[in-house]
């Protein structure tokens, strides 16, 4: 299976801030993943596929980039409702693997 | 707009098989391109992907979990199902079920249902 790490695990910021979190592949992926939000109590929602790609109703502030081992999620100016976990998902070969999750907090 | 929602019971005992079903509303399971998938997430929040059906019954199972695994869609394509045999407390977790749109990811998903496996 391939193992997908992300970094940091927990991650501190503000309002405002522009932060990185990072998803490492233990072999490549090429553009194949995924991103999703989770908050309390919720299903994990769908942020961005095939690496950089929004899906539909998502805001701008977040973007997706890289491809093989190291791929990224960004999110520009951190508004109050960005704060939860965030988990990246390579859908290049099954089992459909996912990350252990970010933990974003104020 | 496909909703999806999950049920079955919150607590199955040791070595029972759990059954899970997902209804499906708003949109057919038949259409192309889309795998009717199951992902569990343990309450140390990892998540899991347990596996997949499309409407014309080909599935995939994780390895991990394939002996004791099996999906099956009704015929008349409004639901699909999980069934995990000879459950342990291992197997505790939210279960999702979720729509995969091929090459996109889950684009939708149930609310989760939580199964807790104890005597």
């Known amino acids: 299976d391939i193992q997908l790490t992300q970094s940091p695990s927990f991650l501190s910021a503000s309002v405002g801030d522009r932060v990185t979190i990072t998803c490492r592949a233990s072999?490549?992926?090429?553009?194949?993943l995924a991103w999703y939000q989770q908050k309390p109590g919720k299903a994990p929602k769908l942020l961005i596929y095939?690496?950089?790609t929004l899906q539909s109703g998502v805001p701008s502030r977040f973007s997706g980039s890289g491809s093989g081992t190291e791929l990224t999620l960004t999110i520009s100016r951190l508004q109050p409702e960005d704060f939860a976990t965030y988990y990246c998902?390579?859908?290049?070969?099954?089992?459909?693997?996912f990350g252990q999750g970010t933990k974003l907090e104020i | 707009q496909v909703q999806l929602q999950e049920s079955g019971p919150g607590l199955v005992r040791p070595s029972q098989t759990l059954s899970l079903t997902c209804i499906v509303s708003?949109?057919?399971?038949?259409?192309?391109?889309?795998?009717w998938t199951w992902i569990r997430q343990y309450p140390g929040k990892g998540l899991e992907w347990i596996g997949y059906?499309?409407?014309?019954?080909?599935?995939?199972?994780n390895p991990s979990l394939k002996s004791r695994l099996s999906m099956s869609v009704d015929t008349s394509k409004t639901h699909f199902s999980l069934k995990l045999s000879s459950v342990t407390a291992a197997d505790t977790a939210m279960y999702y079920c979720?729509?995969?749109?091929f090459g996109h990811g889950m684009d939708v998903w149930g609310q989760g249902t939580t199964v807790t496996v104890s005597s």
């Open positions: 998902q390579q859908l290049n070969k099954r089992p459909y693997t």
């Open positions: 072999q490549g992926v090429s553009s194949d």
């Open positions: 095939a690496a950089s």
């Open positions: 708003g949109g057919s399971i038949s259409n192309d391109g889309y795998y």
């Open positions: 059906i499309y409407y014309s019954g080909t599935t995939y199972y």
């Open positions: 979720a729509r995969y749109d």
